[in-house]
């Protein structure tokens, strides 16, 4: 009895874990959705050059002799910022001057992103996986309950959600982030009020590589290696997270990476581990087919 | 007067916003009838209620064909318009890239048959039937005064004959009602004219009926036989132009000091 | 003006030389724990993207200034606009390109001849995707499912049940049409790019699907030893085999090309092209939006799947590594660059990107980063491909009618 319960704990936290880091590349997609209504594909490749920055930057480091704590600090930055200014220069290059084209053109246009920017890690780096350096702390306190959540979980549980939170204030109560919901609502509504749309779609782009960076460090460190290909999966994954909390909402992508990560924690731990990527991309497909608008998502009527 | 359009206590909300409430109308044979109303009064909402793009939230909608009735409510776009009902847009919706004969040949695609094995096969009967679609959408530019423009692009007609192009599309489909929507939007008064021409022609040539939605208040008083007035999503009056010219209703919500128009 | 422009292309090039410093600039080695500093790489690219910068600014001004930006003189423009329609170009070009193809396997090494298989086939994909992406305008990203289905539907029956080729190619091409169906019906009303992200789910389903049904599929090992297809029984050696294969690829190649352009300018194309120009007004107009979708998403599926069986017999070996959504993506990249729903643009593209990487050694690292680089770049500066879709010339009444007169007259 005890050690199912346990079992269950481990599986629940080990769910959360996963869902968190889901939610955190989840918010990426979920911010440009609203704004400017692109499935941006290339998302999942920027959270993968965040972990790849922080590789390099950790293993500089690390031959120069840094600390552990300022090693971790100073190659999770270096992440955030590069990540951040790739998501910026995407954006630039990509999808700004085919802002007004139709539909499926800037859908394109991030495909090729995506795979260029793949191929592009392969040639600058490898295409072979790289061991991950180990960067998060040990925590003694935890020793107890290491059984079902070990450091590596804490850390990424409490750093997801302070993220999360800080990432709610900000979009509800600064100026910039009440012009980014605003844009959201009604863009030439907004542009009319004198916001700049293409400054507010900048910072979106960067906020949610950002996001997608520290997704991409925590995740690295807690599997402990990392490739050109991690993005790929995850960036799919992330956006069933996306779909299945109602892509455009910001809550929404929290809470449909938390059921995702569940999901496939439990699945894995009850079933069996080979169908973990089926059930992810099977969730999407139905989520899709039935319920486009997601758990929290609203319906939208479509203007004729 | 036989109806041939026939809407009974249609209504359409969104969320708590009634767009249409209780909407009751009809069309008779060989009738120009016009809706009218401020923007924002519904009329657009209606129309999609009606060709099926949205689906009514409350009352009937039926379509008089001879002897046969049929009820649109919840059937397709495509069903509606092959059962005889063709509509155009309030903002134009070509296929900008296609060329005009194409445009118009499209309309014919609920009017034949051939599928995906004939073209593969391209059978006498497919080719016969290709050959006909394309003269009949030549002979509806030729009505519209389109035909010497027939191999150019849609996108580079222009403003006017778009909306003529738009006209002959919907005719291509065979309907028995005609609805346009404010398809003078964007004249100026002479093509007003010719348009108000072209469309009476149309309904002798074609044996029609029309419905539509118009700003042009001249427009909507010299061509219509009866006029609704449409406000907030309610009817608030229904008669010939010389009774909603003289309504106070009227004259009070919507033609405003213009009352003398 | 001029001094602006380099002052952006310089702001640029240090740009990215700080974006890609940590990537490119700095190589760990990890066994004798030293880092490699990598200025040279650093100092060439912010060289490269001054130029590219450069460049690209300059485009830019041109398309606001509205010019095309290669403005070629104008009898070169006009000569190429009316080559088409002259006949010693429409019939006699094709009549001479088909001749070479035909006389190709005889000149060229085995080599070669393998290497213009795989570039035919996948040009017989690309023109089968052409169909939904091209045409209807639905974005499809999981067509490397199809695909695999083909292959899988002949592998699969060899094994277990000891069929032919010829006995397959139907078989693979109705597995596939059978899958497209059951695929399509439910997802053919989503919104673009909802069918995309799900067909794309759709086909990493199947591959994974095909990897972890191990003892049915053979797993990661796939299943090797399908035997290449066979000549009412006759021994061939390899050079025999490969030229006739080639034969085989080239007449579907062909034959594809003729469903193609029939299917383009027939009622059901026409309808394919008014969904992708506007889909509200195609459906108002009476047009079954859901259906004629679906028969284009099933004829695209039928065409992979036997595309799939010939690549099976080709290679006699398959494994889910061939059926990846970079696979997908690369036929994708094909159609965007031939052009939406043009039959020469796609032919020329699928042919250029195959074997250009294959010729040019130097090339055929940077395949992959090109094929994501031409995505880019084609939907920015040119989105209707390398050369925009033909138009259908139609026999109008008129000019019957004076044909007819001017019988009689000569009469």
Redesign the interface.
């Known amino acids: 009895m005890i050690d199912e319960l346990l079992y269950f704990l481990e599986l629940f936290f080990g769910g959360l874990t996963r869902g968190s880091i889901y939610a955190l590349i989840a918010l990426g997609y979920t911010l440009v959705y609203g704004i400017i209504e692109?499935?941006n594909f290339a998302h999942g490749e920027i959270y993968m050059?965040g972990a790849?920055?922080a590789l390099?930057?950790a293993?500089?480091l690390g031959?120069y002799g840094f600390p552990a704590v300022a090693i971790l600090v100073i190659a999770s930055l270096?992440a955030v910022i590069?990540a951040a200014?790739?998501g910026f220069?995407v954006e630039k290059?990509?999808y700004k001057?085919?802002r007004g084209?139709?539909?499926?053109?800037?859908?394109?246009?991030a495909?090729?992103?995506?795979?260029?920017?793949?191929?592009?890690?392969i040639?600058?780096?490898t295409s072979d996986f790289v061991?991950f350096p180990q960067l998060l702390p040990d925590l003694p306190f935890l020793e107890h309950i290491g059984y079902i959540m070990g450091p590596s979980d804490f850390i990424i549980l409490v750093t997801s959600t302070l993220t999360m939170v800080s990432l709610t204030l900000f979009i509800r109560y600064s100026r910039m982030g009440k012009a980014m919901r605003a844009t959201a609502q009604n863009r030439t509504m907004a542009l009319l009020l004198g916001i700049d749309a293409n400054k507010v779609i900048s910072l979106t782009f960067i906020i949610g590589s950002g996001l997608a960076a520290i997704g991409g460090v925590l995740i690295a460190s807690h599997m402990g290696q990392v490739n050109f290909a991690i993005g790929?999966l995850a960036g799919?994954k992330a956006?069933?997270a996306a779909?299945l909390g109602g892509i455009g909402s910001v809550p929404g992508a929290m809470v449909g990476g938390i059921v995702l990560g569940l999901c496939e924690s439990f699945t894995t731990g009850y079933f069996s581990g080979?169908?973990e990527?089926?059930l992810a991309?099977?969730m999407?497909?139905l989520i899709?087919?039935f319920r486009?608008d997601g758990i929290l998502g609203k319906a939208k009527?479509?203007k004729? | 007067m036989k109806p041939v359009l026939e809407v009974r206590g249609l209504s359409r909300f969104f969320g708590g916003l009634k767009a249409v409430s209780e909407i009751s109308l009809t069309v008779g044979e060989h009738e120009i009838v016009a809706l009218v109303g401020p923007n924002g009064a519904g009329k657009t909402t209606f129309f999609n209620c009606v060709t099926g793009i949205y689906t009514p939230s409350a009352g009937d909608v039926l379509l008089h064909n001879g002897e046969k009735t049929t009820r649109l409510n919840g059937k397709k776009p495509h069903q509606i318009t092959a059962l005889g009902m063709a509509r155009t847009f309030q903002n134009i919706r070509l296929f900008p890239g296609m060329t005009v004969l194409e445009n118009v040949m499209l309309g014919r695609h609920c009017r034949t048959k051939a599928g995906v094995l004939g073209a593969l096969l391209r059978s006498a009967a497919t080719r016969r039937e290709e050959q006909d679609t394309v003269d009949r959408a030549y002979e509806l530019l030729r009505s519209v005064n389109l035909h010497n423009a027939y191999a150019s692009t849609a996108k580079n007609l222009p403003y006017g004959a778009q909306r003529r192009l738009e006209i002959a599309r919907a005719l291509a489909t065979g309907p028995s009602v005609l609805l346009l929507d404010e398809p003078a939007a964007g004249m100026n008064p002479f093509e007003t004219r010719e348009l108000e021409n072209l469309v009476k022609e149309i309904r002798k040539k074609y044996n029609l009926c029309v419905l539509l939605i118009e700003h042009d208040m001249n427009m909507v008083m010299s061509m219509s036989d009866r006029i609704y007035v449409m406000e907030h999503g309610s009817c608030i009056a229904e008669g010939t132009p010389e009774q909603i010219r003289h309504n106070p209703k009227v004259i009070k919500a919507y033609l405003g000091e213009e009352s003398d128009a | 003006m001029f001094k602006q422009r380099l002052l952006k292309a310089a702001l640029a090039s240090v740009w990215f030389m700080v974006l890609t410093f940590p990537l490119m600039g700095i190589q760990l080695n990890r066994v004798e724990n030293v880092i490699h500093w990598r200025f040279d790489r650093i100092a060439m690219l912010g060289a490269g993207i001054f130029v590219l910068a450069m460049l690209w600014h300059w485009c830019f001004e041109r398309r606001a200034l509205g010019l095309p930006l290669i403005k070629l003189p104008d009898k070169v423009v006009n000569t190429a606009y009316s080559l088409p329609s002259r006949p010693l170009f429409r019939r006699g070009l094709p009549a001479v390109i088909l001749m070479g193809m035909l006389l190709m396997p005889m000149v060229s090494s085995i080599y070669q001849t393998n290497i213009m298989i795989s570039a035919l086939l996948y040009v017989m994909l690309a023109l089968g995707l052409n169909i939904v992406v091209g045409l209807a305008g639905q974005l499809v990203l999981g067509y490397a499912a199809f695909y695999a289905v083909g292959a899988y539907t002949y592998g699969m029956l060899y094994e277990y049940f000891g069929l032919t080729f010829w006995v397959c190619l139907p078989l693979g091409g109705l597995a596939a049409v059978i899958a497209g169906f059951l695929l399509g019906l439910p997802v053919l009303g989503l919104r673009g790019d909802y069918l995309a992200i799900v067909t794309l789910g759709f086909g990493e389903i199947v591959r994974l699907l095909l990897l972890s049904q191990a003892d049915l599929t053979g797993g990661p090992a796939g299943i090797s030893n399908i035997p290449r297809p066979g000549f009412f029984g006759m021994e061939m050696s390899l050079d025999q085999v490969t030229t006739y294969i080639y034969y085989l690829v080239l007449g579907a190649v062909l034959l594809t090309i003729v469903v193609i352009s029939r299917l383009k300018n027939s009622r059901v194309g026409l309808a394919l092209q008014a969904l992708r120009e506007d889909e509200i007004a195609c459906e108002a107009m009476g047009v079954n939006t859901t259906r004629v979708k679906l028969s284009a998403f099933v004829l695209c599926s039928c065409w992979a799947g036997f595309a799939g069986v010939i690549f099976a017999a080709k290679t006699t070996y398959i494994n889910p590594a061939s059926f990846t959504f970079m696979e997908s993506a690369m036929i994708l990249s094909m159609v965007v660059l031939g052009g939406m729903g043009s039959i020469t643009g796609v032919v020329i593209a699928a042919m250029v990107l195959i074997l250009a990487p294959e010729y040019l050694r130097a090339f055929s690292e940077y395949r992959m980063l090109l094929f994501g680089a031409i995505m880019v770049l084609m939907m920015i500066f040119r989105p209707q491909g390398i050369v925009s879709s033909e138009r259908r010339r139609y026999r109008i009444p008129s000019e019957r009618q004076s044909a007819t007169e001017n019988k009689e007259l000569s009469a």
């Open positions: 692109l499935i050059i790849f920055t390099i930057v293993g500089v031959i270096a590069w200014a790739y220069t290059v990509a001057p085919l084209a139709s539909r499926l053109s800037p859908l394109i246009s495909i090729g992103m995506s795979i260029f920017l793949q191929n592009y890690v040639l600058a780096q061991p790929f799919l956006f069933t779909v080979d169908y990527d089926v991309f099977g999407l497909v899709l087919i486009p009527v479509q004729v």
